[in-house]
């Protein structure tokens, strides 16, 4: 049984960072895509950023290009988001995803059970 369990949410002031995790377990993504959603109430959910493939290319949402950073541990099988200059807009559930190949939800099999980003500001 294939489990991504994310953690790391929680309240933070606008400028302010957070780090979310997600562990993966029952299967390895290391030559497909992992990546982080987000959606916030009333609203789509939304590609935030991925890490696609062996080569680890990382690809971002335009409005967080530059504040936040995927990146992989192949080894400990995780996933992690680093948020800096975190902006009251950035308020949403953050969902882990894995098993894509692109920015689109539709594309990932599997789903972690969201964790909450709040931003004050």
């Known amino acids: 049984q294939v489990q991504l369990v994310e953690s790391g949410g929680g309240l933070v002031q606008a400028g302010g960072s957070l780090r979310l995790s997600c562990a993966a377990s029952g299967r390895t993504f290391s030559n497909s895509a992992m990546g982080w959603f987000r959606q916030a109430p009333g609203k789509e959910r939304e590609f935030v950023a991925a890490v696609i493939g062996s080569g680890g290319s990382t690809y971002y949402a335009d409005s967080v290009k530059g504040r936040f950073t995927i990146s992989r541990d192949n080894a400990k099988n995780t996933l992690s988001l680093q948020m800096n200059s975190l902006k009251p807009e950035d308020t949403a559930v953050y969902y882990c995803?894995?098993?894509?190949?692109?920015?689109?939800?539709?594309?990932?099999?599997?789903w972690g059970q969201g964790t909450q980003v709040t931003v004050s500001s």
């Open positions: 995803a894995g098993g894509g190949w692109s920015s689109r939800p539709d594309d990932y099999d599997y």
